[in-house]
């Protein structure tokens, strides 16, 4: 039993009340909520300042907490822990909303990225937080690979894969390459690659520029290895991750300490922090799960809570996830079921498209 549970026990019935009423009235307003707001609401007749104690005591147990000078209360973390695990009533999605995702996934855009992206900004403009996608690898063979050059310091590289799907990427090529050079470092890569994927070439890059190096000049080498490298930081770190909606979250902000702990998640988001680890923190099967302040090991942010979901392929594995993130007083009753089904709807139409 967790200690959540166990104080959850102990608590007798007007304690319950009076904590999921205070835990309810910040969620909602994001004030302390005062015992003379309670004395209204309660289900049986009791005086301020029979609720004043009451809440002393669970300030005591460190559920409540007392903000500056305010006289009423808010949850801590461990009441919000608390609350979600048993006494959160987690609603439905409205048709409202639910027909607000679905019209987003009904786009006829082959590029699964950009399927994502319309998901992201919908599941943000729904929740009014900021969306956080993870997009599954693209594991289809390569069927073509090309070099463009933009500029003398700009390079294009097209991956055209046997599902049809087609990937740009920018990259800063070495410096004398020519259009020569790009020809040559193209047809290599072809060679190696053929009924490759992505994840299978890089693996096996190294090794194979090392053994045929002679067949390839010196700049040739370094455009193709230079290209690797943009596969390998953008294709399964940085561009996996979608995030939309950050706006969300500075209109959420209502003092300087909000707006420091904004900066600090923007940061964060910035650099993509711990991808693999944003998966992982969905590995322990199907259905959302939450994590409020410090229990969010993905961002040194401590005052935001995430609440996540996998979604998994026709085989039932798990290959991306959805997830919204934003202050701690989140309507989470809202925001659980809208998270748990739009990763349901990604699941089901990327298994539809042969994506997973």
Known sequence: MTDGAKLMAEMNTRSREVF????????????????????????????????RNTMQDLEYLGLLDSPHTSAGRIPTQLGLRMFVDGLLEVGTVSDEDRQRMDST????????G????HVGAALSGITRGA?????????????????????????????????????NRLFSPPTGQTPSSMREAANFLNALAEGKTLSELRRTMAKDIALRRQEIDSIARELVESGVAIWEDAGERSERLIVRGRANLLEA??????????????????????IAEF????????????????????????????????YMNADRKIIGAVGVIGPTRLNYGRIVPIVDYTAQLVGRLLSDRGKG
């Open 20 to 51: 999921r009423r205070v835990v309810e009235g910040y969620l909602s307003s994001g004030d302390p909520v005062g015992s003379r707001t309670l004395t209204r609401s309660m289900s049986e007749k009791v005086s301020a300042a029979t609720i």
């Open 105 to 112: 996934l009904g786009s006829n855009d082959h590029d699964v």
């Open 114 to 117: 950009a399927l994502l992206d």
């Open 131 to 167: 969306s956080l996608v993870l997009t599954p690898k693209h594991e289809a063979a390569i069927r073509h690979i090309e070099f463009v050059s933009l500029s003398p310091d700009r390079a294009l590289v097209v991956l055209v894969f046997a599902d049809g799907t087609v990937e």
């Open 253 to 274: 902000a209502t003092e300087a300490v909000d707006l420091e702990r904004i900066r600090t998640l923007f940061d964060d988001l910035e650099r993509k922090r711990d």
């Open 279 to 310: 998966l992982e923190l969905t590995d322990e099967g199907e259905g959302v799960r939450i994590f409020i302040g410090s229990e969010n090991k993905l961002f040194s942010l401590s005052g935001s809570s995430l609440v996540v979901s996998p």
